[in-house]
């Protein structure tokens, strides 16, 4: 039974980095567009924000032609790739629960 808590924690957890990264991403998607002011006083939660979305965007760049008319589709796959393993967590979570 206590294991099972466990489980159930972890995923629970999982689930709410997982929504949190994909807040994350499209915080750099609408920052990108925007264009802040490097100067600006806000410059250092943009760079925080670009440093923990960049690394994933270069990773699926490397393996996946994700350029279209001047946009970076990128962030979208890996919203896709997201969204697919937190239904993943979503469904083993109301499995275990019925």
Excluded: W
């Amino acid at each position: 039974m206590l294991l099972n808590s466990v489980f159930y924690g972890i995923l629970v957890s999982i689930h709410y980095v997982i929504q949190a990264y994909m807040m994350l991403i499209f915080v750099a998607c609408v920052l990108s567009f925007i264009r802040p002011n490097p100067f600006g006083k806000f410059y250092k939660i943009v760079r925080v924000i670009s440093a923990l979305t960049e690394p994933a965007f270069a990773l699926v760049r490397r393996y996946l032609p994700t350029t279209f008319g001047g946009f970076d589709l990128s962030p979208l796959v890996i919203l896709f790739v997201l969204m697919f393993f937190d239904n993943m967590i979503i469904y083993i979570l109301n499995r275990s629960v019925l």
